[in-house]
């Protein structure tokens, strides 16, 4: 009998996924299983046993009835969009040809996929159900209560992997065929996760715990997010709290919220299977070629800056190259999200202009990474033409530092006058210092940004591994900014506006540093 | 002789109104056991063509039969009897040559047992049985093609799609290429449906050609019928007669205009 087709796209997915540990891939399984065994009966207990009153007055409490829903819908959309990031960032039409020229299903192919992910994806979801079910398990839940709170997780989180893999799918369609397409996909990766960060933020910082004490508001979350299946598998987790053991008090509210729940994922199922047609096509689905228009002021007062000669058409060159991918205005996009959530939640209550600074310090490298920190993206082969003109490495490096100012400098300078506006005690000088320092460390974190990301290149053409060189080189930015602010805050007592100059001496000699042995790699590149 | 690719106004259009015409009404025969060849400049309809026969996407209007089997109303059975080198697959390079095979092999119903003997005596073939178990994406431009062909292979169908078979190789790899077609052509007695622009692999290759542009064929026969209905000299000339082409003196006009000009 011939092995089912979705079995064997489960298997080649779950193949390619263990690629990186092909030495334990026989007993990876077992060695999970056994893993998350002991994380299930002895970690997650063992953790909860040290906060259990802390967790029973939490289930117990009117904050529960609203909070709970709020942590199911975070990990619902979180598990939607992870497929969709993923394929995003990575998308290849050819392997969707080597399907349609053999005899399966698409539904087959869709089902496969997914079913290939789900043991990665499970040992998430375990870890989940395993802390919620230890810490309400204090509560004295019976073996039925704890068996439904497990199927409610389960079921939960792969109906909203089953959106994430059908939309992931039907994006891989619309986007992949194109080099603008696949732009777009990028961008869009990029700032898909901004929602979840935006209600994290107002869970930490912005005061939503608080809020969510009222009766009144937190009635009305309720309500709101009672319309998401993410919340009735978590208002019935709830209830069990509150009438532990004693499920016949509950019976109504336990069938039609588990029932509505698995009608949900079968509803899921079945519209995903008829949406796999859509889902696995190579036909063409735009046919605009992007032209580029003459230039216009803006480009012109960039060649004008660049001395208008051979360097500012080189410059302009660069900045068009930039300006023209999404992905890179998504970069930006994001930070900027990042930055604005930041202010809006954890920078309420200054009073003076040291906070939105200090804020700066850690946002700020960031920008300065994401603007400049791509410049092997396009392999070795887009630098060795500039290794091959007169002077070519040394004209690249200035005209990208000069493209990274143009666009980090007014966005940061924006940033700053915005924030230190909203300081009430603050007079106009001391602001405009304050401004003036921020410009002139932002330039130096663009350069120092710039020389990290020469001396340690990305060539690879995966997103994901781009994304990964690009953390590193912030988190480098970052902890220089953050580690020179507060070491010499603390150790030399200087006061912020000190401090700062200090800093910025140091971050522009780390800078000129950096973009020197840059400069010299780039060089070298073989 | 017995015709076992037959399209009938085979057409695809895209865009408002089908404006664009990637495919226009393509009437084409192809025998038992011969190497057709599909000749035609980069977006002339080569691969959409091939992509129509293959049932990987649908005709605007018109038809066709693949062995027999209609491509609108019997698609699983046409892919059962056809294997596709696509222009530009999406290889899985996470796996090894072995597990691709394995997986395509799967793909096709191949049965496991004689799965396993056909994988080791392709990788013979093409020489890479000692390679099995390295991942692909070690493995050269080459080696790549030589396992997408051995895919394609891999549940022995009657009738080959090979779209640009040799554009990305090496001379070497592209010799070992063409020695294959022919072995398989000559010695399988497979039918082989070649699309490119390499015309001299066309010609080498080849017992008809057909050659495609703006998605209007517009010459068949053999190469020799070809260039005498063009009253040229190589398949080179007949090819740049029947499409067009850019005279040397076009592309040089930029210099005779700035010398005029200073």
Known sequence: MAIRKWLVVAKNEYRIRVNSIRGIRPYFPYLVTGLLAVYVAFIAPAFVSLFVDDFIAFFLSQFALAMVPIIMFLFFFYLIILPITYTLQGMQAGRVEIFLAAPIKPSDILLGEFLGVTPFYAIAITVVAGFFTAALSPLGLDVLQMAITVIIFVVTFLSALWIGTVIAALARTKFAESARGRDIGRALSLVLALPMVAVMYAIIGGGLPEALANPGTSGTVKAILGLLPSSWGAELVVSFAFNPGNIGAIGFETFTRLSGLVAFFVAVLWLGTKAANRAYSIEPTTFIASRAKPDGYFYRAVRYLGGGGSFGTLLVSVFKNYGRRLENLSRIAYILGIIIMVNVFFVRDFTDPEGPLIMAQFLFPFLAVFIVGQVAMHGKESLFIYKKTPNGVGRFVKAKLIQGWLVAVPIATAITVISLIRVPQASLIPLLAYVVIIILLVAANVALALGLALLNPQFSESARAQMSGLMVNANIAMFASIGVFIGSLIALDLGIFSTLLLQNTVIWLLAIIFLYLGKRKLGRIE | ?262
């Open chain 2, 1 to 262: 002789m017995k015709v076992v690719i037959h399209s009938d106004k085979l057409s695809k259009y895209y865009g408002k109104g089908g404006e664009i015409k990637a495919v226009d009404e393509l009437d084409l025969e192809v025998y038992e056991g011969e190497t057709f060849g599909l000749l035609g400049p980069n977006g002339a309809g080569k691969t959409t063509t091939v992509r129509l026969l293959n049932c990987i996407i649908k005709p605007t209007k018109g038809t066709a039969t693949v062995s027999g089997f209609d491509i609108l109303e019997e698609d699983t059975k046409v892919k059962r009897v056809t294997g596709l080198l696509a222009e530009s697959p999406g290889l899985y390079e996470k796996l090894s040559a072995y597990e691709f095979l394995e997986f395509m092999g799967a793909l096709y119903d191949v049965p496991s047992n004689i799965l396993t003997e056909r994988i080791d005596d392709l990788l013979k073939l093409f020489e890479l049985h000692d390679r099995r178990d390295y991942l692909l994406e070690g493995y050269s431009r080459g080696m790549k093609q030589k396992i997408l062909i051995a895919s394609a292979l891999i549940h022995d169908p009657p009738i080959l799609f090979l779209d640009e078979p040799t554009s990305m190789l090496d001379p070497r790899a592209a010799l070992m290429v063409k020695d294959l077609i022919k072995k398989l052509a000559e010695s399988a007695g497979k039918t082989i449906f070649i699309c490119s622009h390499i015309l001299p692999v066309v010609e080498e290759l080849c017992d008809r050609i057909g050659i495609i542009n703006q998605g209007r064929l517009i010459a068949l026969g053999t190469v020799d019928e070809i260039i005498a209905q063009t009253k040229t000299k190589t398949l080179e000339e007949a090819f740049i007669a029947i499409t067009g082409g850019v005279e040397e003196k076009e592309l040089l006009a930029w210099r005779e205009q700035k010398s005029g000009d200073s």
